[in-house]
């Protein structure tokens, strides 16, 4: 059975950086295509980087220059390099995988960018 879980949020102060984790259990990394998300109160749900089977990446135009996807199969595992953060980037970050027909996600974890 799928469970994604996520790490590595926390409060950090504009210009610094953060380090997200996602693990995934279920053996089914290296099969999906994987992404983060995130939400700020009152907003909608918005994609901020995706990575492919294959390891193509694609990042929102907010964020791109910025934040990195990666993946490490061996460890199930997603992550996602946040640098030079800026207060619009606070938001909940969700971990996502999509996998043939089914889309799972994780519980969330809080960014918070604060002076």
């Known amino acids: 059975q799928v469970h994604l879980v996520e790490s590595g949020g926390g409060l950090v102060q504009p210009g610094g950086s953060l380090r997200l984790s996602c693990a995934a259990s279920?053996?089914?990394?290296?099969?999906?295509?994987m992404g983060w998300y995130r939400q700020a109160p009152g907003k909608e749900r918005e994609l901020v980087a995706r990575?492919?089977?294959?390891?193509?990446?694609m990042y929102a135009g907010s964020v791109k220059g910025r934040f990195t996807i990666s993946r490490d199969n061996a460890k199930d595992t997603v992550y996602l390099q946040m640098n030079s953060l800026k207060p619009e980037d606070t938001a909940v970050y969700y971990c996502?995988?999509?996998?043939?027909?089914?889309?799972?996600w994780g519980q969330g974890t809080q960014v918070t960018v604060s002076s």
């Open positions: 996502n995988a999509e996998l043939q027909w089914r889309t799972f």
């Open positions: 279920g053996s089914i990394l290296s099969f999906s295509t």
């Open positions: 990575i492919t089977r294959g390891s193509s990446t």
